[in-house]
């Protein structure tokens, strides 16, 4: 249940961070090649931290089994 609530708070900053690109580019502030090599990076991240969250919740359970 925590690991699911981090793996959605983590997607929920993902919409914020990509939603404040698309007013950037909206708003002529940077580039739409600007916007996708941004979301890539965001989406990276996103990738990068759910992994991490999932590689946690794997070892809290192999220590709970253990015990």
Do not use: F, G, P, Y
Request: aromatic letters at 0%.
């Amino acid at each position: 249940a925590e690991a699911e609530d981090a793996r959605v708070a983590v997607r929920n900053v993902r919409r914020d961070a990509n939603a404040t690109v698309k007013e950037l580019l909206n708003d002529k502030d940077i580039s739409a090649d600007d916007q996708h090599a941004a979301e890539a990076h965001i989406q990276k991240l996103t990738d990068q931290h759910v992994a991490r969250i999932d590689s946690l919740l794997q070892d809290k359970e192999q220590e709970i089994m253990t015990v």
